[in-house]
């Protein structure tokens, strides 16, 4: 089952902390920030269920962590713009880090 592997747990904890933290960005930045940062999230979840499905998932593996690096950068302009405070930006940070390298240790797995 999907929900057995830590990095979907991790995903779906992280999931728990950023919709309500997206929810609260400005209205300028809710259409724009807040939805792109919801949505990469959301179809972060689609890669994992599909990668744990998929006999051969090095692809959807390497989808994942693209978008793993694109929430790292438009979390950053996140933080520049002032819609995360320090503390949050430090917090998904330090998530998104840990779950990188859940992930690259899966991707060396299904490359070996």
């Excluded at 997206?22 to 807040?34: C, E, I, M």
């Excluded at 520049?80 to 405070?85: D, H, I, N, R, V």
């Amino acid at each position: 089952m999907t929900d057995d592997l830590p990095i979907f747990i991790d995903w779906m904890k992280f999931m728990d902390w950023l919709v309500p933290v997206a929810d609260k960005f400005p209205k300028v930045a809710r259409f724009t920030f807040a939805q792109r940062l919801t949505n990469l999230a959301l179809d972060m979840v689609e890669d994992l269920v599909e990668a744990r499905y998929t006999k051969r998932n090095s692809t959807i593996l390497k989808q994942a962590n693209l978008r793993l690096e694109k929430l790292r950068v438009i979390l950053r302009l996140s933080h520049q713009q002032k819609y995360l405070s320090h503390k949050q930006y430090e917090f998904a940070s330090k998530a998104l880090y840990e779950i990188g390298k859940q992930l690259g240790g899966w991707s060396k797995q299904a490359h070996g």
